[in-house]
Nanobody, 129 residues
Framework: VQLGESGGGSVQPGGSLRLSCAAS????????MAWFRQAPGKEREGVAA?????????YYADSVKARFTISRDSAKNTLYLQMASLKPEDTAMYYC??????????????????????WGQGTQVTVSS
């Protein structure tokens, strides 16, 4: 499966953005799909994950709970990340990731980059006044 992110940009603190990840290729399979982010000099960290078949989960990092919402549109083969109340510390390159499996791990493994084989190129999000 090939993944392509869009929707990044620059926004002021407190603002909102919606990221999209379009999947193509082997989309008939079911995947655990996730958003990761990586700030300069930091490790890539899991932000949110969802199981594409039935939307099970979703799972969120503590730092984004109640601010970010992950969703998917199976008909469009697209994953979304709605981000609200953005903070400067949310500034990072955001990546879409996918792994073919029967569910998403319901423990901390959903946020581990090693669990995902397929990655997009990333879209930059900058939160600054």
């Amino acid at each position: 499966v090939q993944l392509g992110e869009s929707g990044g940009g620059s926004v002021q603190p407190g603002g909102s953005l919606r990221l999209s990840c379009a999947a193509s290729g082997d989309t008939d399979r079911t995947y655990c799909m996730a958003w990761f982010r990586q700030a300069p000099g930091k490790e890539r960290e899991g932000v949110a994950a969802i199981y594409t078949h039935d939307g099970a989960g979703p799972y969120y990092a503590d730092s984004v709970k109640a601010r970010f919402t992950i969703s998917r549109d199976s008909a469009k083969n697209t994953l979304y990340l709605q981000m609200a109340s953005l903070k400067p510390e949310d500034t990072a390159m955001y990546y879409c990731a996918a792994e073919y499996r029967g569910d998403c791990p319901d423990d901390e493994r959903w946020a581990k980059k090693a669990e995902y084989a397929y990655w997009g190129q990333g879209t930059q999000v900058t939160v600054s006044s």
